[in-house]
C-alpha cells in the first residue's frame, strides 16, 4: 500500500471516529424534567472522548433560565483526572490559577471544576484529598470520588481506616506485654477536644504546624521511608520527641506529628505518652473495599445525589449554583455544574433537581461538590492554548477554594490535522442578520495549528471574507470550514418570526419617551425568540414616527422636532414594538446640593471620607457643600463612591457638578450602571484649585448615578500625584442638548393690597419646581399657592396693623440659581417711633427695626440715624435680625485679642455670630482684633450681611466709578447685594467702601433683606 493511501485512510478512520464519538457523547436535545424546556445547546470536542456542552433551558417555575455546562468524559483517553490543591491543604486557590499552574508544568487543561467543601475559616476540606496515589487528608465518613492512572473513577464512601502499629508493648489488663496498635482518628483534620490520636504532615497548614491551641500529647517523628498509600504500604516513622502539653507544635519537613488532645480518653492519650524515643513506627491506610487501592487522585463529597439510578431522598431544597460529578454504568464520566443566583441568566437548581438532571445524562452514581459562590467551570476551547472560565460564578467573580478537579492531557502538538473547530459570533439571529465566522485548525492532540488554510461554506445565504449574512426566508444554517482533507461546522439559526420586539435607550428598556425639541435619541431594538436574545443588525428592523415630532433614520436615530406627542414603531417579522414619544421642554434635575445631607460612601472607598460643610467660603451653592478626603488606595484609585445610587432619568445626556479643586491632577471620571457593569466617564484632571464647572456627557439612556472615582494621574517627570487630599463638590445636576444654566429664575412680584401675585420664570426650567419657590413676609414664612405648570403664584397676606411690611418672593432653579422680587406694604400710621425721624428718608425702615424688636433706640428715645454704627452694636442688631438663639455660645471663649471691651449686651452676639463665620475679625501684628467701639465700614458690613444669605443668586457688575477701593473680601458679596437692589451706591455713582456706614443706611439695608 502507498503512502499516499495510507494517508487516505488514516483521515477516512479519523473522521469516522469522531463522528462516532460524537454521537456517543452528545446530549440529546429534549426538555429536561429537572430544569425545563430546552433552549439551546452546544457540544464541542475538547479531546479525544471528552467533550464539552453547554445547555441552556427555561424554568416555567420561576420564568427564568438555567445554564448548565458539563464535561462528558470516557475513560481510558489521553486526557486523566487529577485533583489538585494549594501549596498547603488549607491554601485556597481559584480554579483559574490553579489551571495556570499546571499549565506552567507542560499540562493542557482539558477542563477543570471546584471540589470538595471546605471550612471557609480555616480552609480545610470537609472530606478525603488523595494526591498521587497517597492520603493528604482523611475521609471523615464522607462521600469522596477517586481517580485511578486509567482515569476510570470510584465513587462512594472510602472509609479509610488510618491504623498506627507504635512498636512497642504495654501490658494489657491481664499484665500481659502487648503491642501498641491504635486506629488513628484523622489525618490532617482539625484537632476536637474529646477526639483521638491525628496525624499532621508538612503540607497541613502553612504555618507548618498542627495549629492545636488545647495542650496535648505530640510525637514528633521522622519520616524514614515509604508514604501513607492508599495501596496499603506503610509508612515507617521513627519517634524523635515526646512532647507533654504541647500545642501547635511546628511539622518540618521530612516529619509527621502525632497528636492527641488531653481531654482524650486514657486508651489514646497512655499510648501517646509511653512511646519510646527512638521507636519505630509503622502507619497504614486501608479503604473499606479493594476498589480503592489503586486510586491516585481523590477528593471529597458532602452529598450522595444519585445511587443505583434513583434520586437519593433527603436532600436541601434551596435553589443554587451547583457542582457535581455522575458515572455512567459503562464508567463515563460527568462533571457538571449548573450556574445560579443570576436572574435573566441562570437561577441555579436545587440538589434533588440536580440528581434528576444527572440521571437524565444517563449517571447511575453522582455525588454533590461544593457549589453556591464556589461553582466554577474552565475548559480550553480547541482553538485556545490556555484555560478560560466559561461559568459565570454567582459572586461576579471567582471565589478561591479548596481543591479543585482537572483533566489533563499533554499539550505537544501531533502536527497532524484532524478537523477544524468552527465558531460563530452567534448561534441565534434574526433573518438577514450578519454573522461573523472563524475557523482554527486542531490537530489529533486538539492542539490549534497555525498557517493552515481553509475554505468557508454556507448551505444557504452569503458567506464573503468570513461573514455569513443569513437568509431572509431563515432557517438552519450550516456554515462548513474544509482544508487539507478535513473539515468543520457550526449551525447558526436565522428565525424569521421572534416572539417579541423591544426598545431600548442605552441599556435602559422604554415604552415611553420624553425628550427636548432637537434633541437626539439613539434608540436600539433587539428581538427575543423562546426566551433566547436574537443578534439582530440594525437594518433587520423597520423604524417609523408618526405625529409631527421628529425623524428617526434606519437605525433608530430619533432627531425630536417640535414639541407634541406621537409614537415610533420598530417592526421585524410581523412582530412591532411602540413607544410613546413626549416632545416637550425638559427642567433640568437636582441630583444632590448636599443642602440636607450627604451621601454614605462605599465601603471599597480606601479610606475616604465624606462630609457636609457650612463654612460659605467651601460651598458654591446654597448653604452646604460636601468635602470629600480621599487617600489613593493601594491601587491606585481611590472610589469616592456614593452608598445607594442617585436615579436621574434616562431623558438626561449630560451632567454639571461644581468641584472645588486642590491641584493634585488625579484624574477624575464618572460612574454610572449599565446593567451588570459600571461605566466608567472621564470628568478630566483635577490640575485646579478652587472652583470649577465640570460638564460630562452620559451614556445613552443612563438612569442612574453611582458616584465618582479618582484616580492617581502621572507629573511629568513620570512620579505619581498627590495621594491623598480633600475636594468639595456641590450642586449636580443634569440636563440635556449642552444646557448649562448659570441664570437664576427671574420673578416679578405685585400687590394689590394684601393679595400678593407673581409669576417665575427660568430660562432653562421654563418654571421652577413648588420645592424652589418660597414666600416671606417680613422674613417669616407665608402660605402660598403655585402653578408649576405656569409659574403664577397667588398668596393672601396676613396683614391685620398698620406697619409697613416687606414681602419677598424667592425662586431656586434646578441649578442652585437663585432669583427674587420684593414688593412692600406703606405704613397706614402716622406717627414714628423715634423722635427724630419723623420725615427721615429712612424713617419707614427704622420704624420696622424697632417693631420687629431688633433696635430699641437710646435711652432718650432717639434713633441717631446719622450716627456710626460699631461694630459691636451691629453684631448685636444682625444677631436679632437673624432671630438666632446664642445661648448655647454663651461658655465659649473669643479668639479676639480685645475680647475684653465687648460689651456685656453683645457678647453672646458676637461669640453667636463668630461661630457661624459671620464675624471674622482682622490680623494685626500677628493677633486678631475685633475692634468692637470701631465704625463698620460700608464694605465690611456689606460682606457681614452677606454671608447670612445662601449662595446662588446674580452677581452685579462693579460699575461704581470708586469700585477699584473696594476690598476682594467685600466684592463678591456687593456684588450679589447689588443684583438683588438690598444695596446701592450714592447718586453720584461712587459706593465708598470705606466710609462709616450710618444706623439708617444699616435699617434699609436690613429691611430690604427682607
Known sequence: MNVDMKNYLRRIFSSVLAASLLCALTVPAAASVALGEDLLQKDVPVHRDTQLSTNVFWSTAYNDMRVENLITYRPGSSATPMVTYGSVLTSCNTVSAAAQA????????????????????????????????????????????????DGTAVLGKPAVKVTADFGYDMLDNGDYPTQVVRQLAAVNKARVSGGGIYLYTYE??????TGTTEPGVDVVCTIQSGSLALSGSP????????????AGTAVPQGKVVLSVNNQADAYALNAMKNIPVGATISITAAPSTGDWLDVQYAVGALYALVQNGGVVSGLPTDVNPRTAVGQKADGTLVFYTIDGRRSGYSVGASMTQVAQRLIELGCVTALCLDGGGSTTFTATQPDAVSAKTINRPSGGSERAVSNQIFLVASSQSSGQLSHFYVTTDNSYVLAGSKVNVTAAAVDTNYIPMSGRSYTLSTSAGEMENGVLTTPASGGEVTVTATGGGQSGSAKVHAVTTPDAISVKNGSTAVTTLTVAPGSTTTLTASAVYRHLALKADPEAFTWAVTGDIGAVDKTGKFTAGSPGTGTLTVSAGGKTATVQVNVSHIALATVEDFEASVPELSSFSYGATISRVTDMNLVKYGRA??????????????????AVPYSIGSAYTQMSFWLYGDKSGSALTVLTPD???????????????????????????????????????????????????????????TSYNNVVDTVPPEVKAALSGTSLTATITDAADKFPAQSGVSVTMDGKAVAFAYDPAKGTLTAALPVSDTYAHRVTVTARDASGNIGRSS?????????????????????????????AGITTGYEDGTFRPNQSITRQQFAVMLYRYLGLDGSGNDANDLPFADAGDIGEYARTAVKTLYSMGILTGSQENGKLYFRPGASLTRAQA?????????????????TFKDAASIPTYAAYYIQTMAAQKVISGYEDGTFRPNTSITRGQMAKILYNLL
Open 625 to 642: 457643600s460636601a468635602a470629600v478626603n480621599y487617600t489613593i488606595g493601594a491601587d491606585g484609585t481611590s472610589s469616592v463612591l456614593f
Open 942 to 958: 456689606s460682606t457681614m450681611i452677606g454671608r447670612t444669605q445662601q449662595k446662588g443668586y446674580a452677581q452685579a457688575a462693579l
Open 235 to 246: 509508612l515507617v516513622l521513627t519517634v524523635d520527641s515526646v512532647l507533654a502539653d504541647a
Open 204 to 209: 497541613f497548614n502553612s504555618k507548618h504546624t
Open 823 to 851: 414688593c412692600d406694604i406703606a405704613a397706614t400710621g402716622g406717627e414714628t417711633q423715634f423722635g427724630d425721624t419723623a420725615g427721615y428718608w429712612a424713617g419707614t425702615y427704622v420704624d420696622w427695626l424697632k417693631t
Open 675 to 733: 446593567g451588570a457593569n459600571t461605566v466608567e466617564t472621564p470628568a478630566g484632571s483635577v490640575d485646579f484649585t478652587g472652583w470649577k464647572q465640570i460638564t460630562v456627557a452620559l451614556p445613552a439612556g443612563t438612569a442612574t448615578l453611582a458616584g465618582f472615582k479618582l484616580t492617581s494621574g502621572i507629573n511629568a517627570d513620570g512620579t505619581a500625584t498627590a495621594a491623598s487630599g480633600t475636594l468639595y463638590l456641590d450642586q449636580l445636576v
Open 102 to 149: 499546571l499549565e506552567s508544568q507542560g499540562y493542557r487543561v482539558v477542563a477543570g471544576l471546584n471540589g470538595d467543601f471546605y471550612n471557609v475559616n480555616n480552609g480545610l476540606p470537609i472530606g478525603m484529598v488523595a494526591a498521587n496515589g497517597e492520603l493528604k487528608s482523611s475521609d471523615g465518613g464522607y462521600w469522596a470520588i477517586g481517580f485511578r492512572q
